[in-house]
């Protein structure tokens, strides 16, 4: 029976290097060495510790454990073998075989592996050498960022130079999956640090009947702790190469923004030969200026009406009408604020020259306040505005409105809320040579509302408490007939209709109450308004009664939503405005999604549906589609099929659009990111 001994060495005068957690700190501190072996003996000539069976030494945060280990004290070697295992709180390092020098920090690990959590780094090769504080070499090794006896993916090379905090250099690297080589790359480059550093992206590969083939790369570059920018070259095969910049910022604790810019110089287009140059500007700022004067900038700029039928993905994008770009100052007090605003437009299919421009508009506005203790408020709001256009009438506008109301409180049963104002209009400098003019109009408007409720214990046989409310109101508005005819026409406020009419609605409230640990919760799971408007004009004598207004939101469960907002025409019964939502999901990504639209005003009359599917685990499908009803057309349609594992997955989508088809291979790895994809906007613009 082996004896097992246990020996404690302690140093207090002399300095002996130390394996510590982190092992940039190896030989910085002088720590106790804790040694336990089944045998332990100590040559004095040599200054060797010679330990085996069951080895394990620790010193700080290191653990060393083999089956044979010897130490020379002197001149700070370890010799370890059989089941080596080296760990820290950041490495763990295992192997056959290690020798490793405590005062060079330098050392080799045969048939050994190892595993960095910082960088979720998992490295094997025939030979692990460090050679520096953050610096190894691995032959004929393997790395990946996905763990397992058979990792789902990972780069073998026949050499690999890893540095801390930078980057793994490979030659000669063969990508796997699973055990199959897939790829080769004669050298790569893969990041293992936690902080931002500038480099090469992963190149975005796709194709577009459009576009043609993409290949697109970008370099990211770092511009210090608070500002970085990426830099974008795309080539598109069928229209020409394009080039891009954005870049982020983050200026003390109230200041940040991003901005974009994209330009590609067309060589063709749908197979048609042009030679245009386009470009897309974006600047979004949110942030507070000295003084407290607070600075948003929400800017949106393509110099060609095609930018976006032709880069934009989805329908948000491409059938985009017009773009706008606003930038304000403003200044807020107690009671008052001050607002400067600069609104550019630019429409996607008329001729811009037309547009028309706010350069600039200015609002001052004295917020509601109570008149001593009465239940009476004013207010007061101005608002200047410069409208330009390049071809059509110009001028300024200046608007006055004071404002009177009241809240009052009747039998602690019904609120009523009346309102009235006077809105003063002044103009001047009108391009068409017309004398400026001026014209005011009173607004008046009261409403009275109340509410009734009950609460039910354990409805329908459930437990908890629901509680239904009632809350009628009526509104009556009132604007007399003013002759604006001589007053030019810029917006709806140069001409205010007349009004007399009276507005009844009906709001119900479902809210149910669960007790769940002693802690209540609310959910409001259906709420219903109906609404309609009774005319009581001259020119209303034959339909008092105008449209119908039903607006619902039914949330019945945490699984399901409805909710529609639709306006319905009583003389002819048909519904002149339609949007309807439904949907239902589960906690496993499963998900169907119904929508329809209809506003024949508009020209709108579509249906959609969403459609995702995660019960063939691993692979995901998703479908989209949008259907015009109006001309029986489809409008768009994706199909996606994605192939999950734990470290990488690979998506496959096919778009259909009226004019653009393309399909994107989209592959995924934990730790690296995606590669292949599509421009989508070409710079995120």
Same mark, same amino acid.
């Given at each position: 029976?082996?004896?097992?001994?246990?020996?404690?060495?302690?140093?207090?005068?002399?300095?002996?290097?130390?394996?510590?957690?982190?092992?940039?700190?190896?030989?910085?501190?002088?720590?106790?060495?804790?040694?336990?072996?089944?045998? #332990?003996?100590?040559?004095?000539?040599? *200054?060797?510790?010679? %330990?085996? /069976? @069951? =080895?394990? &030494? +620790?010193?700080? $945060?290191? !653990?060393?454990?083999?089956?044979? #280990?010897?130490?020379?004290?002197?001149? *700070?070697?370890?010799? %370890?073998? /059989? @089941? =080596?295992? &080296? +760990?820290?709180? $950041?490495? !763990?390092?295992?192997?056959?075989?290690?020798?490793?020098?405590?005062?060079?920090?330098?050392?080799?690990?045969?048939?050994?592996?190892?595993?960095?959590?910082?960088?979720?780094?998992?490295?094997?090769?025939?030979?692990?050498?460090?050679?520096?504080?953050?610096?190894?070499?691995?032959?004929?090794?393997?790395?990946?960022?996905?763990?397992?006896?058979?990792?789902?993916?990972?780069?073998?090379?026949?050499?690999?130079?890893?540095?801390?905090?930078?980057?793994?250099?490979?030659?000669?690297?063969?990508?796997?999956?699973?055990?199959?080589?897939?790829?080769?790359?004669?050298?790569?480059?893969?990041?293992?640090?936690?902080?931002?550093?500038?480099?090469?992206?992963?190149?975005?590969?796709?194709?577009?009947?459009?576009?043609?083939?993409?290949?697109?790369?970008?370099?990211?570059?770092?511009?210090?702790?608070?500002?970085?920018?990426?830099?974008?070259?795309?080539?598109?095969?069928?229209?020409?190469?394009?080039?891009?910049?954005?870049?982020?910022?983050?200026?003390?604790?109230?200041?940040?923004?991003?901005?974009?810019?994209?330009?590609?110089?067309?060589?063709?287009?749908?197979?048609?030969?042009?030679?245009?140059?386009?470009?897309?500007?974006?600047?979004?700022?949110?942030?507070?200026?000295?003084?407290?004067?607070?600075?948003?900038?929400?800017?949106?700029?393509?110099?060609?009406?095609?930018?976006?039928?032709?880069?934009?993905?989805?329908?948000?994008?491409?059938?985009?009408?017009?773009?706008?770009?606003?930038?304000?100052?403003?200044?807020?007090?107690?009671?008052?604020?001050?607002?400067?605003?600069?609104?550019?437009?630019?429409?996607?299919?008329?001729?811009?020259?037309?547009?028309?421009?706010?350069?600039?508009?200015?609002?001052?506005?004295?917020?509601?306040?109570?008149?001593?203790?009465?239940?009476?408020?004013?207010?007061?709001?101005?608002?200047?505005?410069?409208?330009?256009?390049?071809?059509?009438?110009?001028?300024?506008?200046?608007?006055?409105?004071?404002?009177?109301?009241?809240?009052?409180?009747?039998?602690?049963?019904?609120?009523?809320?009346?309102?009235?104002?006077?809105?003063?209009?002044?103009?001047?400098?009108?391009?068409?040579?017309?004398?400026?003019?001026?014209?005011?109009?009173?607004?008046?408007?009261?409403?009275?509302?109340?509410?009734?409720?009950?609460?039910?214990?354990?409805?329908?046989?459930?437990?908890?408490?629901?509680?239904?409310?009632?809350?009628?109101?009526?509104?009556?508005?009132?604007?007399?007939?003013?002759?604006?005819?001589?007053?030019?026409?810029?917006?709806?406020?140069?001409?205010?209709?007349?009004?007399?009419?009276?507005?009844?609605?009906?709001?119900?409230?479902?809210?149910?109450?669960?007790?769940?640990?002693?802690?209540?919760?609310?959910?409001?799971?259906?709420?219903?308004?109906?609404?309609?408007?009774?005319?009581?004009?001259?020119?209303?004598?034959?339909?008092?009664?105008?449209?119908?207004?039903?607006?619902?939101?039914?949330?019945?469960?945490?699984?399901?939503?409805?909710?529609?907002?639709?306006?319905?025409?009583?003389?002819?019964?048909?519904?002149?405005?339609?949007?309807?939502?439904?949907?239902?999901?589960?906690?496993?990504?499963?998900?169907?999604?119904?929508?329809?639209?209809?506003?024949?005003?508009?020209?709108?009359?579509?249906?959609?549906?969403?459609?995702?599917?995660?019960?063939?685990?691993?692979?995901?499908?998703?479908?989209?589609?949008?259907?015009?009803?109006?001309?029986?057309?489809?409008?768009?349609?994706?199909?996606?099929?994605?192939?999950?594992?734990?470290?990488?997955?690979?998506?496959?989508?096919?778009?259909?659009?009226?004019?653009?088809?393309?399909?994107?291979?989209?592959?995924?790895?934990?730790?690296?990111?995606?590669?292949?994809?599509?421009?989508?906007?070409?710079?995120?613009?």
């Amino acid at each position: 029976m082996l004896i097992r001994f246990l020996i404690l060495l302690s140093f207090c005068c002399v300095s002996v290097p130390a394996f510590a957690a982190d092992w940039k700190q190896v030989g910085e501190t002088e720590q106790p060495v804790q040694l336990e072996a089944d045998e #332990l003996s100590y040559d004095k000539d040599t *200054g060797v510790y010679h %330990a085996s /069976g @069951d =080895v394990h &030494l +620790t010193q700080g $945060d290191l !653990e060393v454990r083999s089956q044979i #280990l010897e130490w020379n004290q002197v001149s *700070g070697e370890i010799t %370890a073998e /059989g @089941d =080596v295992q &080296l +760990t820290s709180p $950041d490495e !763990e390092l295992f192997g056959e075989k290690a020798r490793y020098n405590l005062q060079k920090r330098t050392g080799t690990v045969e048939n050994g592996r190892f595993y960095l959590r910082e960088s979720n780094l998992y490295v094997s090769g025939d030979s692990i050498e460090r050679r520096g504080e953050q610096d190894y070499r691995i032959i004929n090794g393997t790395f990946t960022t996905c763990g397992g006896d058979v990792p789902s993916w990972k780069f073998g090379a026949s050499q690999v130079d890893v540095t801390l905090g930078g980057y793994a250099r490979a030659k000669h690297t063969l990508f796997y999956l699973k055990d199959i080589p897939s790829l080769y790359f004669p050298y790569m480059i893969y990041p293992v640090k936690s902080e931002r550093e500038s480099g090469l992206l992963i190149p975005a590969v796709g194709y577009s009947s459009k576009r043609g083939f993409h290949y697109g790369a970008a370099y990211y570059q770092v511009l210090g702790v608070n500002q970085d920018a990426t830099l974008y070259l795309d080539y598109l095969s069928e229209m020409g190469w394009g080039k891009g910049v954005e870049y982020r910022y983050i200026f003390g604790k109230t200041n940040g923004g991003e901005a974009r810019f994209y330009h590609i110089d067309v060589n063709q287009v749908d197979g048609v030969d042009i030679d245009e140059e386009r470009y897309a500007v974006e600047w979004q700022h949110d942030g507070q200026l000295p003084g407290g004067v607070r600075m948003v900038a929400d800017v949106e700029y393509v110099n060609d009406d095609e930018y976006f039928q032709d880069f934009g993905t989805v329908a948000e994008e491409y059938n985009k009408d017009k773009v706008e770009s606003t930038f304000s100052l403003g200044k807020h007090w107690k009671q008052y604020s001050l607002i400067g605003l600069i609104k550019y437009t630019k429409d996607l299919e008329v001729d811009d020259d037309e547009t028309l421009q706010l350069l600039p508009r200015i609002t001052f506005d004295v917020t509601r306040q109570r008149i001593v203790e009465t239940p009476f408020y004013y207010a007061f709001n101005t608002q200047y505005s410069h409208f330009w256009r390049q071809e059509g009438l110009r001028g300024e506008r200046l608007m006055v409105r004071p404002l009177l109301a009241a809240n009052i409180k009747l039998w602690d049963v019904f609120d009523i809320a009346p309102e009235a104002s006077y809105r003063q209009r002044y103009y001047w400098g009108l391009s068409d040579g017309s004398a400026s003019d001026q014209e005011g109009t009173a607004e008046f408007s009261t409403r009275v509302s109340t509410r009734l409720e009950r609460v039910y214990r354990q409805p329908l046989g459930f437990a908890g408490l629901l509680r239904h409310s009632l809350e009628p109101e009526v509104t009556y508005r009132y604007i007399p007939e003013v002759d604006q005819d001589l007053l030019p026409d810029f917006d709806s406020y140069d001409r205010i209709d007349k009004k007399n009419q009276l507005e009844y609605a009906l709001v119900q409230r479902f809210t149910l109450r669960f007790d769940d640990n002693g802690t209540p919760e609310y959910r409001e799971f259906l709420y219903l308004r109906l609404s309609q408007i009774y005319d009581l004009t001259d020119e209303a004598s034959e339909q008092r009664f105008q449209d119908l207004r039903f607006e619902a939101l039914l949330l019945p469960t945490g699984w399901l939503s409805l909710k529609t907002d639709s306006t319905l025409d009583v003389d002819s019964g048909e519904w002149v405005k339609a949007e309807v939502a439904g949907r239902i999901w589960d906690q496993n990504e499963n998900s169907f999604k119904l929508g329809y639209h209809y506003d024949p005003d508009n020209d709108v009359d579509y249906g959609s549906v969403n459609l995702s599917l995660a019960f063939l685990r691993p692979i995901y499908l998703t479908y989209e589609q949008r259907y015009d009803f109006s001309t029986n057309d489809q409008l768009e349609q994706v199909v996606g099929i994605e192939y999950r594992q734990q470290c990488w997955s690979a998506l496959l989508t096919y778009s259909d659009r009226e004019d653009d088809q393309s399909i994107m291979l989209t592959f995924t790895m934990r730790g690296i990111g995606s590669v292949g994809g599509g421009g989508g906007s070409l710079g995120g613009i």
